[in-house]
């Protein structure tokens, strides 16, 4: 069997040579109005493919939301391909934003959609779900790991109505949020420079001091932006393991479209007060 470099290594380089920014691709229909796109699949080939055009030549990761590709059906999937292809083709790594989660054996179904080197929407990383219980999610571990690819596990979202699960105080004392974070310790355990299986942790979400985030891999950190986080409030959310966060941001780019200098300068000013917030980490 052929081996791939991990993810997580990969990752690494990614994030020391480019910086840690994640620009999300997030063809929303309000933002093809504003770019003066129809709502149709041209306009959503259009507004993905610019923003690659954009910045995959740059930035360390890019992250197509699946649901806006979907939405227009099979055509719409196929410029997901496409999208994914390229910006993978321009060197930056490419996370799935699909969220899938399912029983196990639907779970290796959605796997092998995403995480199968031979797969038309193979890519680097995919966001899961793990709320059918994280060992649902064992499939897509299994595959990811064959693929040198990794996953990003939901655990402590972004969103206002994530804590009524998340929060949630297990019989043991812990934390469901906590519980995900510790099994992703356990995924990551041993794996240099950086393991492949990372959390979701929104930076929208205050003080995490009483979770412990040193799961050896990377934090997708989406709410920087449109959500109304900072990069300036990084440090302050992350604390030790800032030096791992992969900060997300989509509508705060995206509205700069359509002229691909603008988004570029965009991207770039994140950037930088990215490196400036995350400093020697
Ligand atoms: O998995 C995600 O990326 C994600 C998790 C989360 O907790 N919150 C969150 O906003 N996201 C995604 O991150 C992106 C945020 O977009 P903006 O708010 O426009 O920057 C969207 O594609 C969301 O689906």
Redesign the pocket.
């Known amino acids: 069997m052929t081996s791939y470099e991990p993810f997580g290594a990969r990752l690494r380089r990614a994030m020391d040579e480019r910086g840690p920014l994640c620009v999300?691709i997030?063809p929303?229909a309000s933002l093809l109005a504003e770019w003066g796109l129809n709502d149709d699949v041209a306009g959503l080939e259009r507004f993905s493919r610019t923003v690659v055009e954009a910045v995959a030549d740059r930035v360390a990761v890019m992250?197509p939301?699946s649901?806006f590709f979907e939405r227009f059906g099979s055509r719409g999937v196929a410029v997901l391909e496409k999208v994914v292809q390229e910006a993978r083709a321009a060197g930056t790594l490419v996370?799935m934003?699909a969220?899938r989660g399912d029983i196990g054996s639907t779970m290796a179904g959605y796997a092998e959609a995403y995480l199968h080197k031979d797969a038309p929407l193979f890519s680097d990383a995919l966001?899961v779900s793990p709320y059918l219980g994280y060992g649902s999610l064992s499939p897509a571990v299994v595959l990811a790991r064959e693929s040198g690819a990794g996953l990003?596990v939901?655990a402590?979202?972004?969103?206002p109505e994530?804590p009524e699960v998340q929060h949630a105080v297990r019989g043991d004392g812990r934390t469901v949020g906590a519980t995900m974070l510790a099994h992703l310790a356990a995924e990551n355990a041993g794996e240099e420079p950086l393991g492949s299986f990372g959390a979701?942790?929104?930076a929208?979400v205050g003080d995490l001091s009483s979770y412990d985030l040193a799961i050896n891999g990377p934090l997708?950190a989406?709410?920087?932006?449109?959500?109304g986080a900072t990069p300036a409030d990084l440090p302050k959310v992350f604390g030790p393991a800032l030096g791992n966060v992969v900060p997300?941001?989509?509508?705060?780019?995206?509205r700069q479209g359509p002229d691909v200098g603008a988004l570029r300068a965009s991207a770039e000013r994140f950037a930088e007060e990215i490196r400036a917030a995350v400093g020697g980490a």
């Open positions: 999300g997030d929303h992250k939301q649901a996370v934003d969220k966001t990003f939901l402590l979202t972004s969103n994530g979701v942790v929104g929208t997708l989406p709410g920087v932006g449109a959500q997300n941001v989509s509508r705060g780019v995206l």
